[in-house]
């Protein structure tokens, strides 16, 4: 705990965001953080609760509530409080492979679960997370530290996303020999092309890259596994293979027009952006850019969020958002009492950005496509939108979301980026592993494992799960690190929590 009074003394106080019209001009991070001193404070709001349910990772209602690193939040706020911050980032990281990134772009499940919040501010636990991890480097806790003793297996991680990083992170302070293979120009996975740079500036994750690297890890960058470098070579060469290469297929928009030009999937336009930025600061024009023309986003969440931000950086003439679901409540309903997750109406970086710009919130909810216009050059035109109402379905039960008839409108659109989200892992690499995918197209394994039917090869992360959280990524990649020692030396003293 922080201070015994301290949530009664002191009010929860954030980082500051640099004003929405101020920060569209670049693609850089836009929080002006706390100092040190003022951190310390925030620390001491952390209460005696008794039962800290921001580190209890568990489930409820089928959603996760508190931390699933189970981070030793209330430890480390008691030691930030006390200005004792090399303590602090051993205890975080002990649990947490890379804070630098969930500092940044975590939801932080770990506050909505805070009993201070239960009838007050919660904590700001991921500031202080922040506050520990970037100290660290200033002062040089955070440096390279390789094993003493190497066991002399060889493992190969497919996929340096956060769950291959986590799991190659953790194999290598066991000792063993790791190589990471992506198939970008660049280690990050999702963290480098699919997280603007606004959320994520990617020295940050080359800084962490660099120390692994003075570890002994080894990343090789474009490499395709599973076209250009096949299985069998990989289980040739290596004792073990860890799988974790994301769940990449989008979800499409079948509809009629969908083949105007001018629709893309959301993914490729922000890595496409991102690549651009980082190889020359946008003037080799490699991207997809929205600069003049109305541009519609299909899908709310994380992703078409960072979609609303990036088009209204590039010049975007107006900037729609499509939601399928109703608008959720302002507040936390009777039946979504806390610790649960708080299914609320959240305004991110991007709406306040676009209210800022054109004076409204882009999202309009319970609607979706019916048919993309184009021109007699085949250009996108503009999206004909249905209104959609939750019907149950007489055959299973369910309730859907079904098309209002006569609800129709039209709209202008010279780019839709569709952010529908994703169904599972991508064929080719399954194909050539010979994994076995669930009805889900996840890879599947027992429950509780990530080894696979094929021997030798373990899979983690969204490759794993489904699409979900950097937090969950890398505590699937430290699960399945563990599974993978425990083949390689018959038991394994690796930390999963």
Known sequence: MGKP????EYEREVSRDISPKERIQDFHEFHVYLSKEKQQIQGARCMECGVPFCQSGMTLMGMASGCPLHNLVPEWNDLVYRGNWKQAYERLARTNNFPEFTS???????????????????VSVRENEHGIIENAYAEGYAKADPPQVRTGKRVAVVG??????????????????VTVYERDDRVGGLLMYGIPNMKLEKQVIDRKIRIMEEEGITFLTGVNVGKEKKAAELLKEY???????????????????????GIYFAVDYLARNTKSLLDSGLKDKKFISAKGKHVVIIGGGDTGNDCVGTAIRQG???????????????TRAENNPWPE????????????????????DPRIYTTTVREFLKDKNGNLSGIITVKLESRKDEKTGRFLMVPVEGSEQ??????????????????????????????????ATDEGSYKTNVKKVFTAGDMHRGQSLVVWAIREGREAARQVDEALMGYSYLAVQ
């Open 5 to 8: 009074t301290g949530f009664l």
């Open 104 to 122: 940044r772009v975590c939801p932080a499940l770990c506050e909505k679960a805070c009993t201070c919040g239960l009838y007050d501010q919660p």
């Open 160 to 177: 340096s996303g956060p769950a291959g990083l986590a799991a190659a992170d953790q194999l290598n302070q066991r000792g063993h020999l």
């Open 239 to 261: 004792d073990a293979v860890v799988l974790a290469c994301g769940a990449k297929n989008p979800r499409d928009i079948n509809a009629p027009g969908r083949d105007a030009k």
């Open 316 to 330: 975007a003439k107006s900037v729609t958002q499509l939601e399928m679901m109703p608008k959720a409540p302002d």
């Open 341 to 360: 997750w708080p299914k609320v109406c959240k305004t991110d970086y991007g709406q306040e950005e676009a209210i800022a710009v054109f004076g409204h």
């Open 410 to 443: 039209k709209l202008p659109a010279e780019l839709v980026l569709i952010a529908a989200g994703f169904l599972g892992t991508e064929k080719y690499i399954a194909d050539d592993f010979g994994v076995e995918l669930n009805a889900r197209t996840n890879v």
